[in-house]
């Protein structure tokens, strides 16, 4: 595989702490890179991720889509060469954890309010 074709990519975490640097070639997909993440996330940290749906790559403001190519999610700054992109990782959790969660009481209610005119 040509030098070229490979990229440099860490993948930093929601404390700040990065995982990687690895090398991915530019046909890499975005779903391949979150499988890695979740394979390879550093044990202790108080949120892990329990299945790859619920990882989100961001790389310059944008959540990439999956189905996209390390190439195809470049930016101007990645092309930079010798350079190491970063790509933040957001952990969502599951619809079915929040369901769980205490529900609010959004009812309407009733405001009584006594006032005096004088």
């Known amino acids: 595989m040509p030098e070229e074709d490979l990229v440099d990519i860490k993948f930093r975490l929601y404390d700040g702490s990065d995982i990687g ?3 991915y ?4 997909t975005v779903d391949m890179l979150r499988q890695r993440i979740v394979s390879d996330w550093p044990k202790g940290k108080t949120i892990t991720p329990k299945t790859v749906n619920e990882v989100k790559l ?3 403001g944008k959540i990439l889509d999956n189905s996209k190519t390390v190439d195809q999610c ?3 700054f990645g092309d930079q ?3 190491v992109i970063i790509i933040h990782v957001v952990v969502q959790p599951s619809l079915a954890k929040t369901k769980t969660e205490k529900k609010v009481d959004d ?3 009733k405001i009584v309010c006594s006032c005096s005119i004088l």
């Open 81 to 83: 060469g010798g350079g």
């Open 25 to 28: 070639s530019s046909a890499s």
């Open 58 to 60: 961001i790389s310059s």
């Open 21 to 23: 640097p690895f090398r």
């Open 74 to 76: 470049k930016t101007p």
């Open 107 to 109: 009812s309407p209610r």
